[in-house]
Every structure is written in C-alpha cells, then in structure tokens.
C-alpha cells in the first residue's frame, strides 16, 4: 500500500505539470501584453510604467524563464495580484473556498440521502414500481440541465410559496440556520442532479452484489433478509456509491460555476466566473490552477481509499 | 429449367439470379434491420424514434419555421401560444416556436460535430498508446491526465475567455468551442479504447496478423480497432447528451454566441427576467434541452444493453 501510494503522489508531479503548462499557455494565448492592461489602470507616466511592469512580470524574458518563475511563485501561493480588486489573488480565493466547499458537501450528502435508500429499494424490489419509478427519476435527473431545475425551483419555491429566499449567502459560522435557508434551494439542485447518477450505480451494484454466493450463503443460515441486506449486501455495495460521490465532490468544487451565479452563492466558481467577465486574467489563471490541483488531489484520496475499502484490488 | 439455361446462354450471365433489389428496398431492408435489433431494448427504440424526430427538425428547419427568428415585432410581445405564434412570443416579440427550431440546429450540429472529433481524435489516439505501449502511453497517458484534471466547465472557461480577448465572433466562436470540446472529451475516449486495446491485444487474431507480417499500426487501426468500437459508440451518444447540456449552460452564462442569435441557453437566461408573469417562455428552452439530452440518453443506454447484453441483465 505505501509503495503504491508514493507511485501515485510521484504519478501526480507529471500531470500537475501538464496542468499548469495549459494554465500557463491561456494567459500567453491573450491578445496584447498584460502590461497594456495594467498601464491603462495606473496612469501616469505611461513609458515608465511600462517599463516597470515588463520588468517587474518578467516580460523582457523569453516564455520558458517566465514559466518557471510563474510557477516558482505559485508553488509558494503567490499569484499576485488581482488586476480588478488589487487584492494579492490568494487572499481572494481563499476567501471564495469554503462557501463553495460548503455548497458541494451538502449537495453530496443530499445525494447519497435521495440516491442509497432510492438504490437499495429498487435493486432489492427489482421490476417493481419503486424500481421504475428510481429509473425514471435517475433518467430525468442525468437529463435536466441543472440550472433549468434551479430557475424553477426558484420560481415554485422563491416566488410562488416564498418559503425560500431566491438568492443570497449567509456564512454558516455566522449564523447556521439562517444559511441553511440560502443553502437549500442550491444544494438540493447539485443533489438531485448528482443522485441521478449515484442512484443507477447504487442499483446496479446491490443487484451485483445480491446475485453473489455469500448473499445465499447467509439466507441459509437463517438470517433475517433485512439482515442480509443491510448488514452484508449493502456494505459491499456501498463501495462504488462512496467512490463515485468522492469524484463527483472533486469536480463539483469548480462545476458549480453555473449554479453560484443563479444563486449568487461566493464560491470560487464565481470568482471565477466573475474574473472573465471583468478581464481578470490573472485571477482566472490562478483559480483554475488551485481547482485543477484540488480535484487531482481529491482524486488520487478517492483512489486511495477505495483501495482500502476494498482490498481485492490488485495494487498494479 | 430449360428457360433459365437459355436466359443464360443468350446475354451470358447467370439468369436465374434474383436481380438485385432496387434502392428503396435496400434502404428499406437496412432499416427494418436496424429497427429489429433496436426493438431488443425498449429504451433504445424509444430513444431512436425521439432522434428521428430531433434530427427531422433540425434538417426541416427552414421549413417548419413560422417566422424569421431574429426579427423582432415590439407590438406582438410576450404573447401566449396562439394559433399564429405556436408557443407564443418573446420579450422582443420574436416566435419562440421559431427560434426552438433555429437554436436546436444549432446545437445539435455543434455537439454532432464536436463529439466526432473528439472521437477522431481520441481514439487513434488511445489505439496507437496503448498498442504500442512504453514510452509513448506513459507520456499519452500523463496528457490525458493533466486534461482531465479540469474539473466541469472551467476547460471550456478558459478557451471562451480567449476567444472573446481576440474578439472572435460568429463562426469562429463556435468554431473554438467545438475545439474545446472536442479536447474535453478526448481523454475519455482515448482511455476507454487504450484499456479495451490492452485487453484485445492479447487475442489471437492480433497474433495471427503479427505473423503474416502486418505493420504494427496497420494492426492497431484496421484490426484491433473495428474490434472495440461498440463501447466508444455507446459513449460517444451519452456524451453527446452532456455536451449538449455544457454548450446551453455557456450560453446560459452568456459566455455562448452573442444574441440574437437564437440559442436554448441564453434565451432561457433572458427569460429569467419575465418569469414571474410568464413561466412559459422560459419553459420551452428547458423542455427543449431535457428533450434532446433525454434522447441521446436513452439511445445511449438501450444501445448499451443491445451491444453488450452481459449488461442487460441489470
């Protein structure tokens, strides 16, 4: 396990690099030298300033030499800083990530609450009309683009019942049952998209799981079914459901760009989003990098810990 | 007898062959062919008879269209649906109906083409790194990581805010989204068929052709990879539901192409602010997506079960 864990964290340094050679190349890919944009908001003496700023980005160097010192830099979290706020980037985003941590948590475990009940039922219930209705819901759910059921979430629950504020953002730490009043409607909506998926997968391995000797094994013996089902089967069903919603916590920390700004939720994807919309350059360059590294992260634990959870798996 | 053996003899072919069917016939044959293996799985025929439809709509287009999508009528704004305006009108006072149809060939054309070439792409590419294997699959494989590692929309993020600095518009829009999906959706393909190579490259058949001395691509591309396609069609479909559901939520962002270009996701976007008074206009766009998406998703599934029954069973 531990030689297999530092294969993959040494597996990881290639791919961090594509990763930030991409990001790299889309600032170089804008038309025009960044210190055209910045000379325009400084004022003053126009032909000093540019040469400052050439000197002070490293923009009288050739593009190799600019790359490592970039990524020096962003090793140690020094983006530098906003073109817009003239805060330093790194307080920006940091700022920005607990509240989307906040949203995609959530909306997982809304997920996992709709989709292992809803999975288990109707593998257990095979070709019943719970099992029917799982597979229908979970084909509507991959199909509903998710800020369609947003906006008529919005408009049944916000407008017509007013049950739910439309939009906004209360931190948790502030004052916890006013957030969750924010929190719902966007939660519920990466919810029950997300369950779609996990759904079809919790029945298709709980039929897996059920078809095995050790499920006839158990019923021999006696055991009651529930027993059987929620004791034996389930567990080892649940592997691929937990495996699964880790991945989909990986890329819903920088997929919820959509739904942050139809809930004007401050998360990082609408910081980001934010940033293109104001010519950001350097913000988006640095969120996309930080998110980039969460989710290949993110991943290599899933992985990790699916191994553990399931100790067949060969450690090729 | 003794008539047939004289037909032959008189214009010297074999006469007592059938003549072949004419083309209509022929098409009609691989049509119902096609429609038998389809009827195996429910959802595969329902789906192929909503893509009929889909696909039907976008070729007819000009002429199911009612009105010009583009041309506004400030004096026949936000009206409900009536027998003039089939699904009503607009903020602007443009033919929903029309733009519908306008926006969705849109769409689906973009999507049709970017998932194609992703394929094209992908494919040889994971073909020829996992046949060859070594070098060339750790340094293929390392790329097709760093891709993936840009979780949801923010690839496409990246090259729509490039696109607009250089001020592209219009064709060239479309064509640098349909590049980045195509990028997107090339590490999938290329590790679907790079782990199906490995499992196929074992088989006899790819020694067989080693022997009579085929060259290793020629054996990668022309034998081993008519082998594996029925996943990678299978994925292709689905994913053209995804990328339909990416290329409205752009749009949806107004990172999509500009108006008044009819497009599902920013008309939805613009009917956010009438939805209070009327729900409808921004019904339709929504219904439109889930529509076309629930399409290729059933078709996906259902040809799933069709071409690997192992997994029907579930």
């Not at chain 1, 050439?54 to 030499?65: C, I, Q």
């Not at chain 1, 989909?248 to 959509?258: H, I, M």
Request: charge should be positive; aromatic fraction near 10%; glycine fraction near 8%.
């Amino acid at each position: 396990m531990l030689a297999y864990t530092l294969r993959r964290i040494a597996q990881l340094i290639p791919v961090l690099l594509v990763l930030s050679v991409a990001v790299f190349s889309f600032v170089e890919a804008l038309p025009g030298s960044i210190v055209d944009t910045l000379v325009g908001t400084e004022g003053g003496d126009i032909e000093e300033a540019r040469a400052i700023l050439t000197k002070e980005y490293g923009l009288d160097r050739p593009v190799h030499e600019r790359y490592v010192l970039w990524l020096g830099r962003a090793l140690q979290f020094d983006f530098g800083k906003s073109l817009v706020t003239r805060r330093p980037i790194s307080t920006e985003l940091l700022s920005r990530i607990p509240a989307t941590v906040y949203l995609a948590a959530v909306g997982i475990v809304i997920s996992l609450l709709i989709a292992v009940p809803l999975g288990t039922f109707a593998a257990v219930r095979r070709n019943s009309a719970v099992d029917y209705t799982a597979q229908v819901t979970s084909l509507a759910g991959i199909s509903i683009p998710e800020f369609w059921f947003a906006i008529l979430c919005v408009l049944l629950f916000s407008l017509y019942l007013g049950w739910l504020p439309s939009s906004g953002y209360v931190s948790p730490f502030e004052d916890f049952w006013g957030s969750l009043q924010f929190l719902i409607l966007p939660a519920a909506a990466i919810g029950f998209r997300q369950a779609a998926f996990t759904t079809r997968l919790t029945r298709s391995s709980m039929l897996d799981e059920l078809s095995k000797e050790y499920v006839d094994t158990a019923r021999a013996l006696g055991h009651s079914e529930r027993k059987v089902i929620f004791k034996y089967t389930l567990r080892n069903a649940m592997i691929p459901t937990i495996t699964i919603s880790g991945l989909q916590l990986a890329n819903l920390l920088g997929g919820t760009v959509v739904l942050e700004s139809i809930f004007a939720w401050p998360g990082i994807g609408r910081a980001i989003f934010e940033a293109i919309l104001q010519r950001d350059y350097p913000l988006i360059q640095a969120g996309v990098l930080v998110l980039g590294c969460i989710v290949v992260v993110m991943n290599l634990l899933v992985d990790l810990t699916y191994r553990l959870l399931n100790p067949r798996v060969t450690f090729a | 007898m003794s008539e047939l053996k004289a037909d032959k003899l008189v214009d010297g072919t074999l006469a007592w062959r059938a003549p072949p069917p004419p083309l209509v016939r022929r098409i009609a044959t691989t049509i119902s062919n096609v429609w038998y293996e389809l009827r195996k799985s429910r959802t595969a025929s329902i789906g192929a008879v909503m893509l009929v439809l889909l696909f039907g709509a976008c070729i007819g287009t000009p002429w199911l269209a009612t009105h010009d999508p583009i041309k506004q009528n400030y004096r026949e704004r936000l009206q409900p649906p009536s027998e003039k305006h089939l699904l009503g009108t607009d903020r602007m006072g443009r033919d929903i109906y029309s733009r519908l149809l306008y926006g969705g060939r849109r769409l689906v054309t973009i999507a049709v083409v970017a998932v194609t070439l992703s394929l094209v792409v992908g494919v040889p590419f994971g073909v020829l790194t996992g046949y060859f294997g070594g070098l060339a699959d750790t340094i293929g494989m390392r790329i097709v990581d760093g891709l993936l590692a840009f979780p949801g929309l923010l690839l496409y993020l990246l090259f729509v805010t490039v696109a607009q600095a250089w001020k592209f518009e219009g064709v060239m829009l479309d064509v640098v989204l349909v590049g980045a999906l195509a990028l997107a959706g090339m590490p999938e393909k290329a590790r679907l068929a790079r782990g199906s190579v490995l499992a196929e490259k074992q088989k006899e058949y790819v020694e067989a052709s080693r022997a009579v001395g085929d060259s290793p691509a020629r054996i990668a591309l022309s034998q081993i990879l008519p082998n594996i396609l029925s996943p990678l069609i299978v994925t292709a479909t689905v994913r053209l539901g995804f990328v339909i559901l990416i290329v409205a939520a752009l749009s949806f962002l107004g990172l999509g192409t500009p108006p008044p270009t009819p497009d599902w996701g920013s008309d939805l976007s613009a009917a956010r602010d009438y939805m209070e008074t009327h729900p409808l206009i921004a019904a339709f766009p929504g219904l439109a997506i889930c529509y076309t998406v629930l399409a290729f998703n059933l078709f996906g599934d259902g040809l799933r079960d069709i071409l690997d029954p192992r997994l029907a069973e579930r």
